[in-house]
């Protein structure tokens, strides 16, 4: 089964709100990382926090990494409509060998 | 850096015929990794190189799928015979180095067998 199971499948908020989706995996991991894919394009990477992290931020974006309860959180603060698009964790196994991403959140931002 | 290149972007195919995608990574990338996405099954993990070498085939779905790596730069994922069920958009990727570093993805093939 995938690694990274994110929570919820889908998400709409209205233009300034914040958007919180959730990320669950199973087994120990090296780092965990959010990309985002706008429909019909590639991914574009997010941001990376280590296994031994707890917290980074980016811009608007703030990741927080739980390794007790195996467990990530992406918050988007001040939504924009522009930040409508899907976004998928993915997980990198303690050896560095194998990345699985989940099924992704889509996000809609109504303006 | 142009990033990721993919080819073609579209392919449209009958059931059958055998179809090549192509992948340039980003130069001075090591990995390179081929993905598949549907709609049903999400986006998975077909094969990852690393330094021209397969490391991870795994989850390449059965024989008719193949893929090689002749150089640093310059990868194909080959398709015979194809199968409606094939139709997906393929996404290759490159990392500096491991799996565990930022993955830069093309735009993608976008593959439809009749």
């Known amino acids: 089964s995938q690694q990274g199971e994110e929570d919820p499948q889908a998400l709409s908020i209205q233009e300034g709100e914040n958007a919180t989706m959730n990320c669950s995996y199973k087994?120990?991991?090296?780092?965990l990382q959010w990309y985002r894919q706008n429909s019909g394009r590639g991914l574009v990477h997010l941001i990376l926090?280590?296994?031994?992290?707890r917290e980074k931020h980016s811009g608007r974006l703030r990741v927080t990494l739980d390794t007790s309860k195996k467990s990530s959180s992406l918050l988007i603060t001040a939504s924009r409509a522009a930040d409508t698009a899907s976004y998928f964790c993915?997980?990198?196994?303690?050896?560095?060998?194998?990345?699985?991403f989940g099924a992704g959140t889509r996000l809609f931002v109504k303006a | 850096d142009a990033g990721v290149i993919q080819s073609p972007r579209h392919e449209v195919t009958e059931m059958g015929q055998e179809v090549t995608l192509r992948c340039k990574p980003i130069?001075?990338?090591?990995?390179l990794f081929w993905y598949r996405q549907t709609m049903m099954r999400g986006l998975e993990l077909l094969i990852y190189?690393?330094?021209?070498?397969?490391?991870?085939d795994s989850g390449m779905p059965e024989d008719r799928f193949s893929a090689k790596m002749p150089n640093a730069s310059f990868s194909t994922l080959k398709i015979q015979p194809s199968e409606p069920r094939d139709s997906a958009v393929y996404f290759c990727?490159?990392?500096?180095?491991?799996?565990?570093?930022?993955?830069?993805f093309g735009p993608g093939t976008r593959l439809t067998v009749l």
């Open positions: 993915a997980t990198t196994d303690t050896g560095g060998f194998k990345t699985i």
């Open positions: 190189f690393n330094n021209n070498v397969p490391i991870d």
């Open positions: 087994t120990s991991i090296n780092n």
């Open positions: 926090i280590r296994s031994n992290e």
């Open positions: 130069s001075g990338h090591n990995s």
């Open positions: 990727a490159s990392s500096r180095d491991r799996a565990a570093d930022t993955q830069y």
